[in-house]
């Protein structure tokens, strides 16, 4: 009879003996509840037949085997693009920008600012609604925009693509009036140009919005991170009361077996918590 018990038990006492199987008998409950397939911890892998060995391996030694030739070189020569260059070179790609705005002699003027400036224009738009557009098709760091445009104003767009996230704005504008200036702040606007400018007007605004935009993009991260791990701490805890409740297993024995099955399932431990709320419904 002592052949037919599990390693570890030919030392353990009668009472050991009983505790250890009801132990076993609430694990395999409690997953079962919790929707996990059991996993035999000593089911022996499956026997691999023996592969035959053909061709070099059957006997050809490797003085004997043909030297593989290295590829032709295409008659051509492949000029690299300019993000290869960059890339090769180790420098930091240039910032990439969407201008958006309706008047083209003044479009022209700000490209050609920015272009001298090392930044990399990506995209030109004459209207609000052609701006949001390449805005989301080519997701520049950056997007300068008129704020008196048809189609769409600039506030609006800004404002639709503050809320999706796709990059900050620079308002450019030829009105500085204080109700402008706080609507456009209140769209997200990160920072804000009086027409007629110059090059000492555009770039520092764009370093500041810029700037501005990591520090929310952080700030955001950063509560949403505290938000998940306090929604995570929550049920944890419900999940260990239910254990202790209804298993009888104390919070650290409870913390332990939640740790130990994420382990087990390469699951996080919220999604254990969470099968084991679905699974032992407070009584």
Known sequence: ALLHRPAGMLSRSPAGVVEWQTRSTQNALLERACGFESRSRHARPARQQPVRATGYAAGVSTSER??????????????PTQTEQIEESGAPAPIRILVAEDEALIRLDLVEMLGEAGYDVVGQAGDGEQ???MARELTP????????MPAMDGIS?????????????VMLTAFSDRALVERARDAGVMAYIV??????DVLPAIDIARSRWQERQALESEVADLAERFETRKRLDRAKGLLQQQLKLTEAESFRWIQKAAMDRRLSMREVADAVISGMPGK
């Open 141 to 148: 760091d950056l997007i300068v925009m008129d704020v008196k």
């Open 66 to 79: 043909p030297v593989p030739r290295p590829p032709k070189s295409p008659e051509t020569d492949t000029v």
């Open 195 to 200: 027409k007629p400018f110059t090059a000492n």
């Open 157 to 169: 767009a800004a404002e639709l693509l503050g809320r999706e996230g796709v990059a900050p704005v």
């Open 131 to 133: 701006a949001v557009e």
